[in-house]
């Protein structure tokens, strides 16, 4: 893997909007609304986490958002351009690779090139990428001669490979071992630095978001019973009180430019939570100042943390 990556190329433009975007399935029990009410504005060049409880919609919104399916209300544009099916400004990883067997990495990454790249052009740009996960040692073998965290390389090479104005990333890292897991962490600030296109990544893991992205996004499962975590708010104002995570249903504003702005919408709308992750990359994966953001999280996915006498 290169130890730095030196070429700066132009920001590609990115910007996502989803307007008040709604997703019902029908089902053999009727209709079943998956999203609701949901209102985002993806920055240009932000990496944006979506975390949530299994079936609160993750993959349906990156789904939406790659033109892989369509909302049943509302708009979601890129750079003002209403997404098509199948849309060429994103392109879409997953957490299994999904690398044709039969043909080496190189032929993988370059099935991702741009329809009608050809020829030289194309050996070099895959070459490029390929240096560019660090896997050029690798470009002539097959899927099965290559570790797991290799496979997601190269699959994220795929992904890279026509450009995309909106990279969206599905619990990429998640089938991987932990050490592994860190590394591609880096990577991706590595890669995000040389070309920084929007990135919507969507995690189970909350340690990743706050990492990862500028802004994590909570969606609530707007079928459970218990929607909103049984929680005692008093325990979270104590825990969040030195950060941005304030009590459900409480709106704050930022009292300095480092502080985490947490926006909570009073509707039933599947947006949970809108949180900044505050400073800037990399991260110090143990620093304080994320203490109480990982708990606030955890605890609105429902995962809550025991008081002790030391942290009470
Ligand atoms: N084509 C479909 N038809 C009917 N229901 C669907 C369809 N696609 C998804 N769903 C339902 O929508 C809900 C949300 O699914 P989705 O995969 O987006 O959730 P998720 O948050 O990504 O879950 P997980 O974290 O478990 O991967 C689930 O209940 C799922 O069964």
Known sequence: MPETIETQQTAPAGRVR????????????????????LDLDVNSGEIIAIVGPSGCGKSTLLRLVGGLDSP?????TIDEDRIRAHDDHTAIAFQEPRLLPWRTIAQNVALGLPRGTRGRQAKERVAELLELVGLTHAADQRPREVSGGMAQRASLAR?????????LLDEPFGALDALTRL???????EIHRAQPTTIVLVTHDVEEAIYLADRVLMLRNLHAT?????????????????S??????????SESPHETAVKT???????ARLVSVPGTRPRDRGA???TDLRTGLLDGLGVHKHITKENA
């Open 159 to 167: 992904a890279l490979a026509r450009s995309p104005r909106v990279l």
């Open 18 to 37: 989803i307007e008040n975007v709604e997703r019902t399935f029908s089902t053999q029990e009727g209709p079943r609304t998956v999203l609701r009410d």
């Open 226 to 242: 218990d929607a909103e975590p049984e929680r005692p708010r008093a325990k979270v104002v104590a825990l969040g009180s030195s």
């Open 183 to 189: 590394k591609m962490h880096d990577l991706l600030l």
């Open 244 to 253: 941005g995570i304030g009590a459900l249903g409480s709106a704050r504003t």
């Open 72 to 76: 049943t209300e509302g708009a979601i």
């Open 265 to 271: 919408r009073p509707t039933n709308g599947s947006i």
């Open 288 to 290: 304080r100042a994320f």
